[in-house]
């Protein structure tokens, strides 16, 4: 066994620590973290159903070790230190030096924006808080590819990461939602109907023309 359970530690996390899909939701837009975080919103679409569908099939997996690898499958982890908490996909253990590696199923493809690497960063640095164990890097696995990409965890990527979690804590306790930005990634997201950012942005937009012709 590795210094983590899969069965006990998920029983015992503090429902204020905040979630690790939180930090992914914000960095592809604060305002759907908030919607559902904040306002517990959510919608189901044809993603949301491929995402659900692709992680029972990895999580239903039973743990197995092949080549000198251990796969352990729906990892628990916290970090109290952190603030951070959530349930892994996947962690490889090498049998010979006890390494650990993340591995994160994502249902589409590679993005342009950091979003996967940071929770998948999160995760490494959970790992690290548990074990004392320097986590050096992670992987991503994409459905739509079906290609894998090794993610090294720079300190770059690190500082991204720690600055995610500290501005998804200010902005869950502020219990606010942010205002629309309407941006083509709203196209690919499953609250466009309940968060309306074309409509609700233009009207936005709107009240500051308004106020400022009268000077308000």
């Not at 320097?134 to 079906?146: H, K, N, P, V």
Request: with cysteine; proline share 5%; aromatic share 6%.
């Amino acid at each position: 066994m590795t210094a983590f359970s899969t069965e006990t530690q998920g029983e015992n996390q503090d429902t204020r620590l905040i979630p690790l899909s939180a930090l992914q939701h914000y960095a592809f837009c604060p305002r759907q973290c908030a919607l559902i975080h904040n306002e517990q919103a959510w919608a189901e679409n044809y993603l949301t159903a491929q995402g659900k569908a692709l992680h029972e099939r990895v999580d239903s997996g039973e743990p197995e070790t092949r080549k000198g690898v251990r796969f352990e499958r729906t990892v628990h982890v916290s970090a109290e230190k952190l603030g951070i908490s959530g349930v892994l996909d996947l962690v490889e253990v090498e049998t010979k030096t006890g390494r650990l590696k993340p591995v994160e199923y994502k249902r589409g493809k590679p993005k342009p924006d950091p979003m996967d690497e940071i929770q998948l960063c999160a995760q490494g640095l959970c790992l690290e808080e548990m074990t004392g164990q320097t986590i050096s890097e992670g992987a991503l696995w994409y459905m739509q590819t079906r290609h894998r990409i090794s993610i090294v965890f720079s300190d770059d990527l690190r500082a991204k990461t720690l600055a995610t979690i500290a501005a998804v804590r200010e902005l869950l306790n502020s219990g606010q939602t942010p205002p629309p930005d309407y941006g083509k990634r709203c196209k690919a997201c499953s609250l466009v109907e309940i968060c309306q950012p074309e409509l609700l942005g233009k009207r936005d937009r709107s009240v500051g023309y308004v106020a400022g012709l009268f000077g308000e």
